[in-house]
Structure formats: structure tokens, C-alpha cells
């Protein structure tokens, strides 16, 4: 419809129409063929200035040919992870240039307030020439990622958050990260009241990485000699190279039964089943027993690993503390050197593994939301080849893994603020 325009120069009121200019809008709406929109275009021309200028349109945002519609539609898309530009592109018949171009001028999202509960931990997932990690920030309490970080050096942790307002660092209660030093050392500097909560995965994992550690010794001793005549061999030798071979095979193959919390590893009434390679019918329960039987050293370890999980299992955040005490002493009495090492690392931790006990909302603060975030900020990185922009690649994640972000309309440099 014809109505009077406003000249972008001198303001007056303009009715006057020089001409008409054919415009085609790509117009993506039907996705199995290319759509285009054409329609004439008025240009006016100022009486009093001269100026000449285009009409506005209910089709397209200022300076773009593609119709509003098919921007809707390209921002919907980039919300799943999966998407690539390159996809998005084909599919609205667009170049991944320009579905690029439309996400950067709609999509940027300011960092979020901090929480009371706040997680952190980093994801290799952005590679350049001053960082390889991703530090990522979550709201424990709505699983909401409040921002992700393209460094996670201390330098620029620090700079990051002493750049937030004091008041909102202040109200930060817990704050839960992995074993990473730098963490412990911002988290004092940057917030005064909170306590800092070291996630019980990345201790269990540490434990699990020691213990098997020593899986693998005691497996390599058991390596039965593979140049070898057996024919040359008394009975007692072709019976112990026999049982090596037995106990190699049972480390080798059946290592998962030493880590895995299955209450079918303990219950000796489970069916069991052939085992070709040992000749007779087995249960895990019966497997967990041969390789206990094999290794003193071993044997010592996986109890130890039991205790260690018996104290995240059955501690409370009152009982913590003494609890913690007597394991490392049952640590420090063990003449296993990996576990002698994981013990000097509990202590260092100590006060940050008690803390791990306190309870919100009746359950213990973890870092277990964060780590399923990471998968997908991997997924958006695998999917894409890697990024090279890193507000692009910041905004796309922020835009894909919180429900609740909404792109700019019109785009955020054109609004009038």
C-alpha cells in the first residue's frame, strides 16, 4: 500500500514517486524448491532536499533480500546443535555465508547474572593460537549455561570476574569445578563468601586412573612369554604358563568389573554362562573373584577403591570430615605407590572434597550438568569442523544449549536503543 515516507535526510513528509524498481526476496518457505518474491519497488524523491530513497517494505529487514520468513526459519534451525551452516544453507537456498551473516546480525547474547550455585569446568573445544579450552559457567539451579569463555588461564578468569559487579560475586554460596589449581586460586580471589566444592566425578576419576595403573603392572607381569616352546616345557611350567595366561586374560578382557558399581558383580546367584577360553560356566561374580585371587597388590587396591567409594556413599556433610580423616589414613598404611599418590591428592583437597557433602535442595552439588554440556558444545565443534570466530562460535553455543535465548527482530545493530 502506498502511504507517505519520511526523508532519511531532511525530514519532510515525501508522496512524490520517481519510479519503480523490480526487487527479488528470497522467500525460503517451501523447502523442497527455491521461492522468490518479486515485487515492484516505489522510490520517492524529497522535493526539498532532491534526496531519492526506497520505500520500506513488510517483507525484508533494512538492507537484506531475503524475506523475514525465511530469517525465522534459518534462526530456528541454528538452535539444534547438529546444524551446520553449509546444511541450513542448502536447505533455504541460501550460501552458509549468509546464514552466517543473518545469525551474527540477530543472535548475541549478553552474559547472564551469577548464581548462588555456580560450575565451572572447561571443554577442549575451541582451538587458537592462545587457547585450546573452553571454560564453561552453569547455573546448577536451572542447568542454564550462563556464559562459556575462551581461555580458562588464571590471568583471564581474574580479568573476567573482577570486571562483575562485587555485590554479585559476593552472593555466589558454592562454587564446584574440577581439581584444577588455577580454579581453586581464582575462586578465593574472586568470590569472598563462597565455599569451593570439588566435584566427586573428577575425584573418582583420578582414583579410577590409579588403580588402574596398577591393573596394568600386575597385568604385565602376568604376560605369559609369546616366544615360547611349550613343548619344551615341564609340567609345572606348561601349568604355570597356563595359569599366566588365564590371569592375563582375565585383566585384559575383564578389566570394566574392577571399576563398574554392579550389583551383579557381588551376587553370586546370577546365571552363568560358558567361557570358551576357560573352559566352564562363569558369572561376573565368579570373574571378580579370580582376579581378586591373583595379585595381593591388586586385591589391596580394589579395597581401598571400595572404601573410597563406601565414604562418598555414605558420608554426610557432618560425618564428612572424620570420615575423610580415616580413609587417609587406611591410604597412607599401603605400601601401593599410586595409592600413596591419590592419598597426597585427597589431602590436598580435603577441605573442597568435604565440601562436596553439603546439600541443596537434597542433593549434593555436582558438576554432572556441566559435563553433559560439554558433550554438546563438542557436538556443535565436531559438526562444524571447529570455528575460527570466536563470538560466532560463543553466541552459537549460548543460542543452542539455553531454551530460553531469542535472536534480535530486528537485527541488534539496527534497533534504536
Not at 524475506?67 to 551452516?85: G, H, Q, R, Y
Not at 552363568?272 to 573373584?289: A, C, E, Q, T
Not at 557433602?357 to 565443534?381: A, C, P, Q, S, Y
Request: hydrophobic fraction near 35%; charge should be positive; charged fraction near 30%.
Amino acid at each position: 500500500e502506498r502511504k507517505p515516507h519520511l526523508c532519511p535526510v531532511c525530514g519532510t513528509s515525501v508522496k512524490k514517486v520517481k519510479g519503480y524498481t523490480k526487487k527479488r526476496i528470497t522467500h525460503s518457505i517451501l523447502t523442497d524448491r527455491k521461492c522468490v518474491i518479486i515485487y515492484s519497488a516505489r522510490r520517492f524523491e524529497c522535493p526539498v532536499c532532491a534526496k531519492t530513497f526506497y520505500e520500506t517494505n513488510p517483507f525484508v529487514f533494512d538492507h537484506q533480500k531475503i524475506s523475514m520468513a525465511t530469517v525465522m526459519n534459518i534462526l530456528n534451525d541454528l538452535k539444534s546443535p547438529a546444524a551446520t551452516f553449509t546444511q541450513i544453507g542448502d536447505r533455504h537456498h541460501v550460501s552458509p555465508t549468509t546464514v552466517s551473516y543473518i545469525f551474527d546480525r540477530h543472535v548475541k547474547i549478553p552474559r547472564r547474572k551469577l548464581p548462588g550455585h555456580l560450575c565451572i569446568d572447561e571443554v577442549y573445544a575451541f582451538h587458537s593460537t592462545y587457547s585450546d579450552y573452553v571454560c564453561v559457567l552453569v547455573d546448577y539451579d536451572t542447568a542454564k549455561v550462563l556464559d562459556v569463555l575462551s581461555s580458562r588461564k588464571k590471568y583471564d578468569l581474574i580479568n573476567y570476574f573482577t570486571a562483575i559487579p562485587k555485590n554479585e560475586r559476593e552472593a555466589v554460596e558454592i562454587f564446584s569445578s574440577d581439581m584444577w589449581e588455577t580454579y581453586r586460586i581464582v575462586g578465593k580471589i574472586v568470590f569472598p563468601n563462597a565455599k569451593h566444592s570439588v566435584d566427586k566425578f573428577h575425584v573418582l576419576q583420578e582414583l579410577t586412573r590409579n588403580l588402574d595403573a596398577v591393573r596394568i603392572r600386575v597385568m604385565n607381569r602376568c604376560r605369559p612369554p609369546s616366544n615360547i616352546d611349550k613343548n619344551n616345557l615341564t609340567a609345572a611350567q606348561v601349568n604355570e604358563y597356563n595359569q599366566k595366561d588365564i590371569n592375563y586374560y582375565l585383566l585384559k578382557k575383564f578389566n570394566w568389573v574392577l571399576f563398574k558399581e554392579d550389583p551383579k558383580i557381588h551376587d553370586a546367584n546370577q546365571e552363568k554362562k560358558y567361557n570358551k577360553k576357560l573352559g566352564r560356566y562363569l558369572n561376573l561374580n565368579d570373574i571378580y573373584r579370580m582376579i581378586m585371587e591373583i595379585d595381593d597388590e591388586l586385591n589391596e587396591a580394589v579395597n581401598l577403591k571400595d572404601a573410597i567409594y563406601y565414604f562418598y556413599r555414605n558420608s554426610t556433610y557432618k560425618t564428612a570430615q572424620k570420615d575423610l580423616k580415616k580413609l587417609l589414613k587406611e591410604l597412607d598404611a599401603s605400601e601401593i605407590d599410586e595409592m600413596k599418590k591419590f592419598a597426597k591428592t585427597m589431602r590436598n583437597w580435603k577441605e573442597e572434597i568435604v565440601n562436596s557433602f553439603i546439600e541443596h535442595d537434597g542433593k549434593k552439588v555436582n558438576n554432572g550438568i556441566i559435563e553433559n554440556r560439554n558433550k554438546t558444545i563438542k557436538l556443535i565443534k565436531r559438526s562444524s569442523n571447529g570455528y575460527r570466530n570466536w563470538e560466532r562460535f560463543r553466541n552459537r553455543v549460548l543460542y543452542s544449549l539455553n531454551d530460553d535465548t531469542y535472536p534480535y527482530f530486528p537485527p541488534a545493530e539496527s534497533k534504536n536503543e
